[in-house]
Every structure is written in C-alpha cells, then in structure tokens.
C-alpha cells in the first residue's frame, strides 16, 4: 500500500517578530528531522506549495537543503508565494522559466502528478489551459493499473475557513472534468489552508494538509485566522489496494 508524507506551507523566509526567517526554518527542519527519523519506510514526501514566503533566490537554496532527503524522494510544486522562475532554477536545478511548473513522478506503487495552480501576481487560484492539457495527456499515458494522485496548491472547494475560501481554486469544475476522465486516479491533495482538512472534489477523496509555518484557525475558534504558536503539522496518507484513502494527522514536536 502506497503511503505518503504530506506537508505543505513551510513559508521559508517569513519574519515572524523580527526572526528574520529563523523560525519557519527552524520550523521545516523539526518536520523533516521526524520523517529521517522514521523507523519504517514511505513512498514519497509530498510539499504542496508556499515553499518560500518571497519566492527568493536564497529562500529556494535554504529549501533545497532543508528537504533534501537520504531516504525519500521529495515532490515539491509551487503556491501564490512562491515564484516559478526561481523555484526552477533554484529548488529544482532547472533553467529558469515562467510558465507553470507541472511534474509527472511515476513512482512503484504510485502516480504522483504535480500541478501548478498559481496565478502569477495573484493569490488566489486557477488551472491554466496549458496545465489542464498537460494532465489530461499524463494521464492518458500513465500506467492504468497503477494508482494515481493529484497535487497542487489551492482547495478547489470551500473549507468553510474564511481566509483561504477568499483565495481557493476557481474555475474548478474544469479540474474535475479532466480528473473525472481517469479512473486511475484515487485522491487529490493540496495545502493553502493551514490546516488539515478531508473533504470530497470530482468524487474523489480530497485531503488538505495543515501548515508547518502557522495553523489557520476556524471561526468558532476566534483569532485572527492564523495561530503562530502550534506545533508544525503534517499528514499520512495511505492509499489501500481498493484505492480508499486513510488519512493520519501528526503534530511534531
């Protein structure tokens, strides 16, 4: 059974009272330090997005080193605050390039399709036509028999969190005709929000990971829409051979 790591909103470079970045560093290290340390092995560690906070040349090497893994590989794709250009050619070690910034990952147990749903200069969402062409033919092409996840940044659907409804995906419904035309396809991740949330998109299971930098708070808990003082958390999610999906949530510590 295909099991992912899932973290998304690291946000590297953000000052949060004059720490000039150390704390979201700090942050994203404690995160990854957990999943080396892991006794038994994963499929792959998914970050869905906000990787810098600038979209800084020196935010994407600080990522580069802080995920960089000895055990598992790390798929990374982009979110509002990050910039494609620079997280080409300093997070992936590409030639830099601004159009979006969408991967194919065929792993052994699984099809993980990375998307870019950025709109560049804006924060909420949207499916390029370029992008939605780009993963309808991965599809097509991918192994039938092998099961396959999509990626990418913003909800499309209401969280029932004021913040991040404000900026989700739009246009979603011409996501779902794509992801509806293939089977294979067991889930859909994103990030965005702040905090861990499953719900259902185009049929499918749709799973939010929480954030490491901060934790988005829900109206009926009060504050501002952002807590700095949680833990960083991430998901678990384990996909069975009948393709359901059990999702775990981990507070690290």
Known sequence: MPVLAHLSDIHLGQDHDGDAGARAAARAERVMTYLEQLPGPIDAVLVTGDIADHGLAAEYAEAARILASDRHPV????????????FRRDLLGEEASTGPVDRLHELPRLTVLLC???????????????????????????????????AFHHPPVALHS??????????????????????????????HAHT???????????????GVVSTGTLPWEGGSGLAFDHPPMIAFHVLDDDGRLTTHHRVVV
């Open 75 to 86: 798929l990374a794709c982009p979110g509002n605050h990050d910039d494609r250009a620079a």
């Open 116 to 150: 870019d749903s950025g709109i560049p200069g804006r924060n909420e969402g949207a499916f390029g036509d370029d992008t939605l062409a780009w993963l309808d033919a991965a599809l097509s092409r991918a192994r039938r028999d092998v099961p396959a996840v999509v």
């Open 162 to 191: 004021p913040i991040p409804d404000g900026i989700r995906l739009r246009d979603e419904q011409r996501l779902a005709a794509v992801v509806r035309c293939h089977p294979q396809v067991k889930a859909v991740f994103c990030g």
């Open 196 to 210: 861990g949330a499953v719900t259902r998109f185009a049929g499918l299971p749709l799973a939010v990971a929480p």
